[in-house]
């Protein structure tokens, strides 16, 4: 059982707009900022997003996130085969004194 | 170019000890934090441990708390894990992660990981 909870399954056809979203408390996402994660199939994990919204300069700018109190979400717009992946929450918790991941999120390109 | 190479994964009886090991070029090792981030087969991503730049502060997750411990020597680059009184649920890859520069816990740069099995 994942401290973060985010819906095990996502899915969308090419060009469409998938939002993932990531439910927490204010142990952690309400008191720190949330970073995401892309992992495609048997290799490490990408930082996606950090600080809730900042995208590394390789992350295309169809990859979105945004925070409100204890939730975090993450958008990709213009849906794309090369996007499918597990993709993972994550946030500090400051009653954990440690970094806690969401249970991933299997997203499938119809 | 960043680069993390793990090593010192392998096969252990439960109970046994394993170090692992994770060698870093391409950045200012000792300017950044440190994790270790592990992975069960078919499972999701579980934070491990991590540690600051001069390795004065570290933090582990409730599950290895007074088994497994993170160091570095940065005078060679290199971050590591050693894992002591090791059981079943400790099998799993084992990546080491960079946190992006001035942030403690936004993983920038990642290992391709280390496997470590526990097996009597």
């Known amino acids: 059982q994942s401290v973060l909870t985010q819906p095990p399954s996502a899915s969308g056809t090419p060009g469409q707009r998938v939002t993932i979203s990531c439910s927490g408390s204010s142990s952690n996402i309400g008191s720190s900022t949330v970073n995401w994660y892309q992992q495609l199939p048997g290799t490490a994990p990408k930082l996606l997003i950090y600080r809730n919204d900042q995208r590394p300069s390789e992350v295309p700018d169809r990859f979105s996130g945004s925070k409100s109190g204890t939730s975090a979400s993450l958008a990709i717009s213009g849906l794309q085969s090369e996007d499918e992946a597990d993709y993972y929450c994550?946030?500090?918790?400051?009653?954990?004194?440690?970094?806690?991941f969401g249970g991933g999120t299997k997203l499938t390109v119809l | 170019e960043v680069q993390l190479v793990e090593s010192g994964g392998g096969s252990v009886q439960p109970g046994g000890s394993l170090r692992l090991s994770c060698a870093a070029s391409?950045?200012?090792?000792?300017?950044?934090?440190m994790h270790w981030v592990r992975q069960a087969p078919g499972k999701g991503l579980v934070w491990v441990s991590r540690?600051?730049?001069?390795?004065?502060?570290?933090s582990y997750a409730d599950s290895v708390k007074g088994r497994f411990t993170i160091s570095r020597d940065n005078a060679q680059n290199t971050l590591y894990l050693e894992m002591n009184s090791m059981r079943d649920e400790d099998r799993a890859v084992y990546y080491c992660?960079?946190?992006?520069?001035?942030?403690?816990?936004?993983?920038?740069?990642w290992g391709q990981g280390t496997l470590v099995t526990v097996s009597s």
């Open positions: 994550a946030a500090w918790d400051d009653s954990l004194n440690g970094v806690v």
């Open positions: 540690i600051n730049g001069d390795g004065s502060t570290t």
């Open positions: 391409g950045f200012t090792f000792r300017g950044d934090w």
């Open positions: 992660a960079r946190a992006r520069s001035g942030s403690r816990n936004a993983l920038e740069n």
